[in-house]
């Protein structure tokens, strides 16, 4: 059974609903996008009888459950939906729990209705071409931080006490990033120097070595390589996602078959380690060239786990998996992985200007 998402809920007044939830409530163009967020839904049963109400109000962490769902019953894992803790308890094939969180805005910042066209545009913007790239960086590892570290607690205190969580079993974090304004081209970058210590220079396309940050706007210094301290060795792996956007919806519904109503144009930039001339390649997501499910997922693996996650059980996916092994970063994958996503209406990009448009940005993305 599917969850009724756009019920109308009483003493819920319409100033307290979230702009994104009105947007796909109300706009007609979105119906496809409407019924695949449905199709996510089959089956979730709603064990603590909220997360409708905040779908509505704060969106984000429960769009993010939502999703999870989905892709874990895509691969066909069994759910144990009995218990209200952690969220997902997978108990067939393997057994592994994972527990999801987001890392939302500060108080302070900018908030996501501030966003402008140049906003939008941004997702074109590679790394070496970002005036505020380490600010960027820094404020994203500032917010992840915050969520793991709070997670990691209530595992320990928490989690770890209940008498059907099992001690051996590997236990995993889900984060999506809605940190900033400008979260969707985070890409692995923050997640590298929070959880492993590798800080990445855009002038040299590479990583190096790093034991702090400093807080922005502060002189708080905010420690980094997480999976080096025991202290997170209850964390097996951290899955993650900077790109779990609406867009995520329109792409999917590009593939469908009954999209024929879809107005958008939707552009992924990934990355290709393998080829060092042009790593980064532009894809116009089609039915022929298709955005799947599982796209934009990532898993990094905790070197130091108490209880390590098989890299196996996620192996043909297209979620890439990330591992350090003797300060050598490994990646694997079935698909290159999700740089950006650029989700655009067609009438503010004729075809006939996009062979043009494709070569631009792969140009400036590729640095010549």
């Known amino acids: 059974m599917k969850l009724n998402l756009f019920k109308k809920l009483e003493n819920l007044e319409e100033e307290k609903l979230h702009p994104k ?30 997360i409708i109400k905040e779908f509505q109000t704060t969106f984000h962490s429960s769009f993010w459950e939502f999703y999870l769902f989905a892709v874990l019953k895509k691969y066909g894992f069994e759910i144990n939906q009995n218990h209200d803790r952690p969220d ?5 094939p393997v057994e592994f729990n994972i527990e999801a969180v987001v890392a939302n805005i500060k108080q302070k910042g900018k908030k996501e209705n501030e966003r402008t066209f140049e906003n939008t545009i941004s997702m074109l ?41 099992k001690k051996h079993d590997p236990f995993l974090v889900a984060l999506s990033s ?26 040299t396309k590479g990583y190096y070595k790093k034991e702090y940050i400093t807080k922005p706007d502060s002189s708080a210094q905010i420690p980094i390589g997480l999976f080096e301290s025991k202290e997170y060795e209850n964390i097996s792996a951290i899955v993650f996602s900077c790109t779990m956007t ?14 024929s109503y879809n107005y958008n144009k939707v552009f992924t930039i990934r990355h290709d380690n393998d080829d060092q001339e042009i790593p980064y390649k532009m894809q116009i ?35 890439l998996q990330v591992r350090i092994i003797e300060n050598c970063i490994y990646f694997d994958g079935g698909n290159l992985p999700v740089v950006s996503r650029f989700n655009l209406p ?16 792969m140009l400036k993305y590729n640095g010549f």
Not at 252 to 258: D, F
Not at 346 to 361: A, D, G, N
Request: hydrophobic share 35%.
């Open 125 to 165: 913007e590679p790394p070496h071409r970002q005036n505020n790239f380490n600010q960027f960086l820094d404020e994203a590892i500032t917010r992840y931080a915050n969520a793991i570290q709070a997670k990691n607690k209530l595992y320990k205190k928490n989690y770890s006490n209940c008498e059907w969580v």
């Open 246 to 259: 609406l867009g995520k919806l329109t792409a999917l519904s590009i593939v469908e078959e009954n999209s």
């Open 21 to 50: 939830f009105k947007y796909l409530r109300d706009e007609v163009l979105l119906r496809n996008e409407k019924n695949i967020l449905s199709e996510w839904t089959d089956g979730f049963i709603d064990r603590d009888n909220k």
């Open 88 to 92: 997902f308890m997978i108990s067939k």
């Open 346 to 361: 067609k009438m503010f990009l004729p075809e006939k200007y996009i062979k043009e448009f494709v070569v631009e940005t």
């Open 285 to 319: 997501v089609s039915k022929e060239t298709p955005e799947y499910l599982d796209d934009g997922l990532f898993i990094f693996h905790n070197p130091n786990a108490k209880n390590k996650l098989p890299e196996e059980i996620f192996k043909n996916t297209n979620i």
């Open 178 to 203: 809605y940190d900033q304004i400008d979260y969707g081209r985070e890409f692995i970058y923050p997640m590298m120097a929070l959880l492993y210590g590798w800080y990445y220079r855009p002038e």
